[in-house]
């Protein structure tokens, strides 16, 4: 069902946001860190039109639900509400009349490539042209991180938001999520990115998300800083009580790698650095889940791999590895079949199969 089929009219204007795929910096951008995503080739794209009636009305196609709500609130549950909350933080400044809204998505949803950040960029791409808005990318950015915050419930921090509105394909987004200064590197030469999905959906991602924040504001107060960034000598943790001092380690750690990398480092040495960072996830971290561990250990241990981790926020979702040009379909391929024999429901994200 389209657009017309759906609301009975055709859509006025349409914008489109890519999903990220994060290679180095992981649970860093709430500490204030480094980070160091990339562009995927799956997009989201929103349809807007005005609406006939004093109501809003969203419709996803991935999900097959219709929405509709009153301007005013309250906020919706769902998907909708991060569509309402992009519409909402515009309300803040001027009138946005009802509107139609109409989702369509091949980011993978809830596997950590940020489905939920490429909706909200795209309706706010979508907002800006329909409403003439003076909004930069920056500016979308810091307003769609607000709207998954305020209206989503999640306390995300900004790199998802920065990676859609800013990340481009093929090229590394190198972000200082406290300045917001930002550099856009080439990826290593001679290799190109495989994202694999573990197949096991994120179980206790957002119970577990907030206590590692928790126990990293904890250890910066400790630590006397103002986040966990303000730190370059692992060192540093080893005073902290446990699990504070292995929580810190990994962030200390994990900037570190991050900064090592964007300096320009070899295809080796930037696969090893994503090998430490998974280490450093499941041992420091403990957001691993064993079968992203299967997954990641499988492709370490695959020629023309350079190096793997687990990506996103853990506790199931996908891996990436950087793989050597060319391989990365057949790589993928071939890692699948032996994971999926151990029973797993694993997939192919990039390259996509056609
Ligand atoms: P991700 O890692 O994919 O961002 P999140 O849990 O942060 O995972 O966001 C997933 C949520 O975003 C979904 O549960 C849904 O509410 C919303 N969402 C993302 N893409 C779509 C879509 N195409 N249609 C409807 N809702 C979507
Ligand atoms: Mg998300």
Redesign the pocket.
């Known amino acids: 069902m389209d657009f017309q089929q759906i609301f009975g009219a055709e859509p006025t204007t349409q914008a489109t946001a890519p999903g990220r795929v994060n290679l180095l910096g992981e649970h860093t951008d709430y500490n204030e860190g480094f980070v160091l995503p990339t562009a995927i080739p799956q997009s989201?794209t929103v349809q807007l039109g005005f609406s006939s009636d004093d109501q809003h009305h969203f419709y996803?196609q991935?999900?097959d639900e219709k929405v509709s709500l009153a301007r005013t609130g309250p906020t919706p549950q769902?998907?909708a509400s991060?569509v309402f909350g992009c519409i909402q933080m515009v309300s803040a400044e001027q009138p946005v009349p009802p509107l139609n809204v109409y989702?369509?998505?091949s980011?993978?949803?809830?596997?950590?490539?940020?489905?939920?950040?490429?909706?909200e960029v795209a309706t706010f791409r979508g907002l800006r042209a329909l409403l003439e808005l003076k909004l930069d990318d920056v500016q979308i950015a810091q307003l769609a991180q607000q709207a998954e915050i305020q209206y989503a419930g999640?306390e995300c921090g900004i790199m998802?938001q920065m990676a859609s509105s800013l990340a481009d394909l093929g090229q590394l987004l190198f972000l200082d999520t406290r300045t917001l200064e930002r550099q856009v590197l080439p990826l290593p030469p001679e290799t190109e990115i495989l994202v694999i999905d573990s197949g096991v959906p994120r179980k206790l991602a957002a119970s577990g998300y907030n206590q590692r924040r928790a126990e990293c504001e904890a250890a910066a107060r400790q630590l006397g800083v103002s986040a966990l960034r303000d730190v370059s000598d692992p060192q540093a943790a080893e005073s902290l009580p446990e699990p504070l001092r292995r929580r810190a380690r990994h962030v200390i750690t994990e900037d570190n790698r991050v900064l090592e990398a964007v300096r320009g480092v070899s295809a080796q040495r930037f696969g090893e650095l994503m090998n430490a960072s998974h280490a450093s996830l499941r041992d420091d971290y403990e957001v691993s889940v064993s079968a992203l561990d299967t997954l990641v250990e499988m492709l370490q241990t695959t020629s023309d791999v350079f190096g793997a981790r687990l990506t996103?926020a853990g506790f199931g979702g996908a891996c990436v590895a950087l793989v050597r040009a060319g391989q990365a379909l057949a790589v993928g391929q071939a890692v699948l079949e032996r994971y999926n024999r151990q029973g797993y429901a694993g997939r192919l994200l990039v390259p996509e199969a056609h």
């Open positions: 989201t996803s991935e999900l769902g998907f991060y989702v369509t998505s980011v993978p949803i809830g596997s950590g490539l940020s489905s939920s950040a490429a909706l999640v998802d996103g």
